[in-house]
Nanobody
Framework: QVQLVESGGGLVQPGGSLRLSCAASGFSLDYHTIGWFRQAPGKEREGISYIRSRDGITYYADSIKCRFTISRDTAKNTVYLQMKSLKPEDTAVYYC?????????????????WGQGTQVTVSS
């Protein structure tokens, strides 16, 4: 059974940092693309970053570029999203998802499996 579990969210002050984890079970992340998405209240879910496992290619949306870093721990079958210099506008529920075909895209419709999400709130 394929399962993704996000963790690491919480309340942080502006300028602070958090590291989100996406732990996969039921399959290996070695050959797929793992994406991070977020959904703020009243807004559509947006893709913010992905890592393509077969070649390590990463991508970042402009909104988070130079502040967030995506990485993967093969041994733990886990993907991370290190977030720094957090802003109030980063407040959202953050989701990880898997594109089994291993493409390089943040189109939501190509991601087959999703986690339940973890809340990130940036506020003073």
């Amino acid at each position: 059974q394929v399962q993704l579990v996000e963790s690491g969210g919480g309340l942080v002050q502006p300028g602070g940092s958090l590291r989100l984890s996406c732990a996969a079970s039921g399959f290996s992340l070695d050959y797929h693309t793992i994406g991070w998405f977020r959904q703020a209240p009243g807004k559509e879910r947006e893709g913010i970053s992905y890592i393509r496992s077969r070649d390590g290619i990463t991508y970042y949306a402009d909104s988070i570029k130079c502040r967030f870093t995506i990485s993967r721990d093969t041994a733990k079958n886990t993907v991370y999203l290190q977030m720094k210099s957090l802003k109030p506008e980063d407040t959202a529920v953050y989701y990880c998802a898997i594109d089994v075909s291993g493409r390089g895209s943040l189109r939501r419709d190509i991601y087959e499996y999703w986690g339940q999400g973890t809340q990130v709130t940036v506020s003073s």
